[in-house]
């Protein structure tokens, strides 16, 4: 008899897109001392919001540019090449994106402020919107982001009210301008304490926020060249280990890089032993690859980047060091990372994993904020590698990606194979797969 994940729990764990976890929270975070937090207390108040001074608008984007640049290379200690454009500049390359792709793109800074949040936005060819959010205040913001995390990553059935404010705080205000605008796809900048957070698991009242928009997060505009190129012919280094010396083994790596290549994907597939620093870049020397997918252990954590780090079999390579692997040359176009848990709520693990691109030199980086489990990172990626072969826009097939789930169900059949729609995606689980998948149902029968 097929069991089915129930629609409410797959939207609430591909919502959140890879920043889902089947598994309890463990934070490395700084918890805001709060016993008792009563949302009611911090309830919306749309008259708390203000336009901000459009004759100073533009000279606060530029500022807040300069800023978040300053702090990445000081975490880096690194010299970042960057555009130095300002927004009337940014708003023309919108303008130009629209017109090459079809896509109507938008920026969204959100500034977290001692007494207010500043949110400023830039649409194709307009003038930028500034908002001010009296009410998301720094620690009001901190205590319903925190609160958010928690109940999110445990898979808690009471996450509405946190993900509704917080949906009403840093997406209404600017809403309208999206909806005039026909935006489709929304670029955000996050400020400290929000660079980790689940944008995509917001809810306004009906829907997440990942149903209405592509959305992807960058460290700065001026820091990340907005490029598009069609993936769908694209080469995959798809590499990975299921047993490690010193950490935890990921039984499901196996079946998840024979779900990428060498069908429907071309290119070179290296399990276990193979898997080592020296054998990356020999691969590369040989040919070029414009993704790579490392299904392994990558962890950010506070302190400095050489306390964070992605796991060969060999060895770690720390984040100070990412960029020795030179995947800036010749430039991968994406960097797949499929088991990653970061510190949400620190500002320095924040910092590692929203400048994981910047770091490693590639053009673009998909990753879990926390640890996914083997079933959940095999289904999604197998999903996405097929979404991505037909549609051109890495935002766009992580999306599609996402929406699948919540309307076909994601089923496990008696033969231990798993299935979304009519496509079989891998067959022949493991027992402890198995289990897992199990424990998934067990908890979309709760949150029913």
């Not at 980047?305 to 060895?315: G, W």
Request: with cysteine; charged share 20%.
């Amino acid at each position: 008899m097929l069991k089915k994940i129930s629609r409410q729990i797959l939207l609430f764990l591909i919502a959140i897109g890879l920043s889902f976890t089947i598994n309890s929270f463990v934070s490395h975070s700084q918890t805001i001392p709060n016993k008792l937090i009563d949302l009611g207390a911090i309830a919306y108040n749309d008259r708390k919001i203000a336009d901000i001074d459009s004759e100073n608008l533009s000279n606060l984007i530029y500022g807040v540019e300069g800023k978040w640049e300053d702090q990445y290379e000081a975490y880096f200690q690194e010299d970042f090449e960057s555009l130095s454009m300002k927004p009337r500049q940014i708003s023309q390359k919108l303008l130009e994106i629209s017109e090459e792709t079809g896509k109507r793109t938008a920026v969204l800074w959100l500034l977290p402020q001692p007494e207010a949040l500043n949110a400023f936005l830039i649409t194709p060819g307009k003038e930028p919107i500034g908002k001010q959010i009296r009410e998301a205040n720094e620690r009001s913001l901190a205590i319903v982001t925190q609160e958010f995390v928690e109940k999110v990553s445990n898979l808690a059935n009471n996450y509405l009210p946190s993900s509704q404010l917080l949906y009403k705080w840093l997406i209404t205000p600017i809403e309208p301008d999206l909806q005039a605008e026909k935006i489709d796809t929304l670029i955000t900048c996050l400020g400290v304490g929000l660079r980790t957070l689940p944008l995509a698991a917001l809810h306004d009242g009906e829907h997440f926020l990942i149903e209405k928009y592509n959305l992807t997060r960058i460290p700065g505009f001026n820091l990340s060249p907005i490029t598009y190129t069609n993936l769908s012919d694209a080469k995959v280094l798809a590499m990975g280990a299921t047993e490690f010396k010193n950490q935890a083994p990921l039984p499901g790596v196996e079946v998840e890089l024979s779900a990428i290549g060498p069908n429907p994907w071309q290119g070179v597939t290296i399990l276990n032993q193979d898997f080592t620093v020296a054998n990356l870049q020999a691969q590369r020397q040989q040919e070029s690859f414009e993704i790579i997918h490392l299904a392994t252990h990558a962890d950010f954590v506070p302190g400095i980047p050489r306390n964070s780090y992605i796991q060969f079999f060999d060895r770690k390579v720390t984040l100070d060091r990412l960029n020795r692997l030179q995947l800036n040359d010749p430039p991968v176009e994406l960097l797949v990372l499929s088991a990653c848990q970061t510190a949400v709520g620190d500002r320095d693990a924040e910092m590692g994993f929203a400048g994981l691109a910047l770091q490693s030199g590639v053009k673009s980086v998909l990753a879990s904020l926390w640890y996914v489990s083997d079933a959940g990172t095999l289904a999604l990626m197998s999903e996405f590698y097929q979404q991505l072969k037909t549609i051109p826009f890495k935002a766009d097939a992580l999306r599609q990606t996402q929406l699948a789930y919540s309307k076909d169900e994601c089923i496990c059949n008696k033969e231990n194979s798993l299935i979304l729609g009519e496509r079989l995606l891998c067959h022949q689980f493991s027992p402890i797969l198995k289990r897992i998948i199990s424990l998934i149902l067990s908890i979309g029968r709760v949150l029913v």
